[in-house]
């Protein structure tokens, strides 16, 4: 069979389109539905648009979501934070301070990302309760900072080493410490590895929803990921207002990606390319 | 100012040895070099006086006091690295200040030292650029002003010039004889070029898998090599190595090898009389093979031998012909005016008041 570039491109282009659709329907269905009132919402209509468009699901998820909508705020900003900074710290010891041990200690930090969340929830919750954190954000903070140490030291392990040693030992000769170091010469031309360990922490940590249901059990300090999956009434769901959340709860880690995202390729891609 | 002694410095990596035994005392304002191929410990001898690795065995002394166990920046050196190693986000004014900030210099005194600093080098127009802003050669002298600020009693350069252009190299060769002569600092320069070794230490110290080979002023390294090894890194082309045999004749000594015979020069008869008989290594600089029609001066009808001309690589100012002589590729240096074609048989003198002889065994100089 004879087929022209042409057409080949043409068939491609078809699959493609008929692929995105299928993988926008769902939004599709989540932005229709979280725009129609109550009344509107019905199985049978779930494929049309809506009338009138109704901000009254967005009132009710926000008026039920919003405390639990700023725990997510009050656990993601921190836990990112504190993993990030340990995590640059670790991976600047394990790339320019390499000392007795330490091949042996990376690779044993590494592991812990392979850890399952599941194997590590009865010791955690005893754990937190002896040290009075159970059912509380820091908790789960301390929880995620630690969960989140091995991939942001291996990030910035990662990014550190493409930075010469010979920098570090010119500060050194230059009169500078080991923190000293880090603070002034390694920190400033961080900026690249931190949104990576950011934008990748802080999606991570906000859609979390396994610890989160585990250690906090009380309705006030959940996160948004618990509290939307308890905004299903036992009786009857509201779907405007369960659609309009979840849009809610979707909504930060996506603006963190718009505001950083053109860093981010260029941290994955720092030191691959010589520039 | 002051002086480096190394004594019995030993480094090991693992089971690696890249240092061995290492004894070295450096005058106070002396320009010394360490010069050897990649992997000969002479970047480790470096680094191991600047404090970034530690000695497996040994004492390093700055001054007089024994530096083992004080870290870098206490050790009162400073360092260029091949890299430049500037720091990126800085520009080249607060390059140049960070060791003195650290070390709480009052500002108005730092700023003087920069300023000055940065006009020595000609980079003063420069101070407010980051070093992406820089090219090969700026950068460079950004972090030789960097060493230079600070005021060290040692400078420990390694490889500063590898990572520039040849042109700029040779300029660079000079504008560093010319700083050290006007700083007088002490400084220990590590290179693999033996040209760079040869036209800037006051003496040079050649290395070979971790140990010194040999150390004096450049040229005398030249003229008396003291094993086979310096005679054939130092120089440039290498010097020629024939195998020959010493033998006895007419009341004279000769290096006889396979289709000709080289009369030794009466006074260097005397070394040789243990190895009558024996088999040696004969070597020639290139510069000490000449043809009848460009030598100048008496020549030995007995230093002549016949061989044909392989290629010829004109340089301007000389000529340096490869010669096929006995399976072995010859090199001499040549007047670049000389009639040779590639392919021809000629006669070529050696001076044999220049030759030297090793023992085969050892390689060691016999002259």
């Given at each position: 069979m004879n087929t022209s570039p042409r057409a080949n491109k043409i068939t491609l282009y078809i699959v493609m389109v008929v692929f995105a659709l299928f993988f926008l329907l769902p939004l599709y269905v989540l932005f229709a539905t979280a725009l129609k009132s109550f009344s509107e919402v019905s199985a049978?209509?779930?494929?049309?648009?809506?009338?009138?468009?109704?901000?009254?699901?967005?009132?009710?998820?926000?008026?039920?979501?919003?405390?639990?909508?700023?725990?997510?705020?009050?656990?993601?900003?921190?836990?990112?934070?504190?993993?990030?900074?340990?995590?640059?710290?670790?991976?600047?010891?394990?790339?320019?301070?390499?000392?007795?041990?330490?091949?042996?200690?990376?690779?044993?930090?590494?592991?812990?990302?392979?850890?399952?969340?599941?194997?590590?929830?009865?010791?955690?919750?005893?754990?937190?309760?002896?040290?009075?954190?159970?059912?509380?954000?820091?908790?789960?903070?301390?929880?995620?900072?630690?969960?989140?140490?091995?991939?942001?030291?291996?990030?910035?392990?990662?990014?550190?080493?493409?930075?010469?040693?010979?920098?570090?030992?010119?500060?050194?000769?230059?009169?500078?410490?080991?923190?000293?170091?880090?603070?002034?010469?390694?920190?400033?031309?961080?900026?690249?590895?931190?949104?990576?360990?950011?934008?990748?922490?802080?999606?991570?940590?906000?859609?979390?929803?396994?610890?989160?249901?585990?250690?906090?059990?009380?309705?006030?300090?959940?996160?948004?990921?618990?509290?939307?999956?308890?905004?299903?009434?036992?009786?009857?769901?509201?779907?405007?207002?369960?659609?309009?959340?979840?849009?809610?709860?979707?909504?930060?880690?996506?603006?963190?990606?718009?505001?950083?995202?053109?860093?981010?390729?260029?941290?994955?891609?720092?030191?691959?390319?010589?520039? | 100012m002051a002086e480096v002694r190394l004594k019995d410095v030993n480094k090991t990596f693992g089971k690696v040895v890249a240092v061995k035994d290492f004894n070295l005392d450096i005058g106070d304002g002396e320009f010394i070099i360490l010069v050897g191929p990649s992997g000969c410990g002479k970047t480790t001898t470096l680094r191991s006086i600047a404090g970034l690795e530690e000695v497996t065995a040994g004492e390093i002394y700055i001054g007089d006091r024994l530096v083992n166990d004080v870290p870098p920046k206490n050790r009162d050196i400073a360092m260029v690295f091949q890299n430049y190693a500037l720091y990126p986000h800085m520009n080249v004014y607060k390059n140049m200040s960070f060791g003195l900030r650290l070390r709480k210099v009052p500002r108005p005194e730092i700023d003087k030292i920069v300023r000055r600093t940065a006009d020595l080098l000609g980079i003063g127009e420069l101070l407010d650029r980051k070093p992406k802003e820089l090219s090969g050669g700026q950068r460079q002298r950004v972090a030789l002003g960097r060493a230079i600020v600070r005021d060290p009693h040692v400078f420990l350069f390694d490889e500063p010039l590898s990572n520039l252009d040849a042109k700029l190299r040779i300029t660079m060769r000079a504008e560093l004889l010319d700083l050290h002569q006007r700083l007088k600092t002490t400084a220990i320069y590590v290179t693999h070029d033996q040209l760079e070794a040869m036209t800037m230490g006051d003496r040079i110290v050649v290395m070979n898998e971790g140990l010194i080979q040999q150390v004096d002023t450049p040229q005398k390294v030249y003229d008396h090599p003291i094993n086979r090894y310096v005679a054939g890194f130092i120089g440039s082309p290498s010097m020629n190595f024939l195998p020959c045999t010493i033998v006895k004749g007419n009341g004279d000594l000769y290096a006889a090898c396979k289709s000709y015979k080289l009369r030794i020069p009466q006074d260097k008869t005397k070394s040789l009389r243990d190895y009558i008989g024996k088999e040696a290594i004969l070597g020639i600089r290139p510069e000490h093979i000449d043809t009848k029609d460009t030598i100048t001066r008496k020549y030995d009808p007995e230093s002549v031998f016949q061989a044909s001309v392989w290629v010829i690589e004109p340089l301007g100012s000389e000529k340096l012909v490869h010669i096929k002589s006995e399976e072995r590729i010859l090199v001499a240096r040549l007047d670049p005016h000389v009639d040779l074609k590639p392919g021809q048989m000629a006669e070529f003198i050696v001076k044999t008041d220049f030759i030297h002889i090793f023992d085969k065994e050892t390689e060691k100089t016999i002259f």
């Open positions: 049978s209509r779930m494929w049309n648009l809506p009338t009138i468009i109704s901000g009254e699901g967005f009132a009710k998820a926000l008026e039920k979501l919003l405390p639990n909508l700023l725990n997510s705020f009050y656990l993601v900003i921190p836990a990112t934070a504190f993993s990030a900074i340990l995590g640059s710290l670790n991976g600047y010891i394990f790339s320019k301070w390499k000392f007795k041990g330490s091949d042996i200690i990376f690779p044993i930090i590494l592991f812990g990302m392979f850890i399952p969340y599941q194997s590590i929830l009865p010791p955690l919750v005893r754990f937190l309760m002896s040290i009075k954190l159970y059912n509380s954000i820091p908790g789960l903070i301390l929880t995620h900072t630690v969960y989140g140490l091995p991939i942001t030291t291996l990030i910035f392990r990662t990014y550190y080493t493409e930075v010469p040693t010979e920098v570090v030992e010119a500060a050194s000769i230059d009169g500078a410490g080991i923190l000293g170091t880090y603070w002034r010469v390694l920190f400033p031309i961080s900026l690249p590895g931190f949104v990576v360990v950011i934008i990748w922490q802080f999606t991570n940590i906000w859609n979390e929803f396994l610890f989160a249901i585990v250690i906090t059990s009380s309705p006030a300090k959940q996160p948004i990921t618990v509290a939307l999956v308890n905004l299903a009434g036992s009786q009857i769901v509201e779907w405007n207002a369960q659609m309009a959340g979840a849009l809610l709860a979707a909504l930060p880690p996506v603006l963190i990606y718009i505001l950083l995202g053109r860093y981010f390729l260029r941290g994955l891609l720092a030191g691959s390319v010589k520039g | -």
